[in-house]
């Protein structure tokens, strides 16, 4: 799946879901800097492409001044799940209440 940082496992077992959170990585002055493969190997050592944080994972993402932060408690994604996030989908661009499944 195009874009997306879950692992081969998590991609064979089906699709996840849930919030990720995407950093920039900058110097005090706000110029981004390549460092997330320093990051990780910090943390998981060297040529990790992701490393435990807490109850949540860092993972690379495709440019290297960014890092992604994954909060545990995604979930596997229900076959009821697309038609519910399409319909809370357009009431939120409608301005309308969120709609409920």
Known sequence: ???SSASSSEVS???LIGTEHEY???T???APVPESDLVLAEL???GASEAALGTATLTKELQKTVI???PAGRQRRSPGSKPCWQAGSRSFTAGSQAATC
């Open 1 to 3: 799946m195009p874009g």
């Open 13 to 15: 077992a089906g699709v």
């Open 24 to 26: 920039s990585l900058n």
């Open 28 to 30: 005090p002055g706000m």
């Open 44 to 46: 998981a050592g060297e």
């Open 68 to 70: 992604e932060l994954l």
